[in-house]
């Protein structure tokens, strides 16, 4: 069965209307008699039960106050935000540029101990080279409209940022497809820089790189699934083309550490995944 990864935040959603629409029935009020008090068109409670659109704090104030559960407002509100925090557009996210973008992830990664990242067609971010970081986000930037020349800043940063896998205390474990190997990004000389830092990064204490060939049998293992990235047991980060999305709901966390742990069990590693990784820099002569 396919993985969804925006059904975590779909579920919090809902479990905010659901939270809002019974506090109504509770207070005895229908729905037209709640829009009265709350100062809006019917439709637009209907919406907001229905899960299909997210209540501002005002709304949840002027929701609670109708139904005389005006200290729940608080609370709901942070559970929405929460919810709605869970799938974030690269469009919003992206604004400040690529990198301030790189930036705002630093303090957090200094807060996990374990990273678990799976990639079908690139590099991890946390291995990237300078060169491929910056020709990566380049492409990104001319794709959403961000002006090009942020993108060797960006890439410069995101290699800054990716020091912490030669800090201790954390373990990093990362599973690519043979693919990622192979994709072009950048010129030749940025690509085999890339490749040869894979192999050094591969080699540090903390790290685990494991490749999955292309040849091997998905007959009894999982097919290709889209990037993730998991910090330590509770957070998984889902790299979509429109969009993050952030799942903590235990259960599918659970789903995605099973996936990892099906892929992690199709990849070879040490000497096996140097040679794949050499054999792709041979391919660019």
Partial sequence: MPISPSS????????????????????????????SQCGWHHAKTSRIENARTAPSASDIGRWTTACGASDQAPDLVAQSLNAESMYQEWRHQVRAGLKQLQDSWVDFYRSAQL????????????????G??????????????????????????????????????????????????????GDADAMAAQLGYLLSAGALPSVSLGIIPSSVS???????????HMYDDNFVSVELLSAQVNITQPSEVELYVRAFEQLRGMAVYGAAARALVVKAIEALA
């Fill in 218 to 228: 998905r007959d009894q293992g999982l097919w290709p699934q889209e990037i993730f």
């Fill in 8 to 35: 975590s935040a779909q579920a919090a959603r809902e479990n905010v209307a659901l939270r809002l629409r019974d506090l109504r029935k509770g207070a005895g009020l229908t729905v037209v008699e709640l829009a």
């Fill in 132 to 185: 491929y970081a910056a020709a990566l986000l380049s492409s990104i930037g001319r794709f959403r409209g961000i002006p090009v020349n942020d993108g060797a800043e960006a890439g410069a940063a995101r290699v800054d940022r990716s020091r912490v896998i030669r800090e201790p205390g954390r373990r990093f474990v990362f599973l690519i497809e043979e693919a990622a190997l192979t994709y072009r990004v």
């Fill in 115 to 130: 990273f678990r990242v799976y990639s079908p067609t690139l590099i991890p971010g946390l291995l990237q080279a300078e």
